[in-house]
């Protein structure tokens, strides 16, 4: 694997590490846990909520890659592509550009 210079070259490859649905839906659950964690954090004043937070997303995201995708998640390798990619992939997933 080559290393990416820019976003733009690391997101077809991201895509490519999710072609199995379920794992995609995952990490579409695990996404949305993290922005109602974050929205609970902010609405309740707690923000002891947030160590939740990567737990939902990572976990979520990681089930759908070792037990789906049968692949090592790109966050090791890439940590802040692979949390951009995760947020693209779900505002499009929202938009209808990606089947989940």
Known sequence: MSEFTRF??????????HR???CRRLHFIGSTLVILIVLL??????????WLAP???YGFAWIGHYVYEKNR???FRH???SLM????????????????
């Open 41 to 50: 954090a902010i609405v309740s004043g707690q923000p002891r909520w947030l």
């Open 85 to 100: 990619g995760d947020w693209v992939m779900y505002w499009q997933a929202l938009r209808g550009k990606i089947k989940f």
């Open 8 to 17: 733009s070259e690391f997101y077809p490859y991201y895509l490519g590490e």
């Open 20 to 22: 199995n649905r379920t």
């Open 73 to 75: 998640p790109a966050t």
């Open 79 to 81: 940590p802040l592509y």
């Open 55 to 57: 737990i939902a997303g």
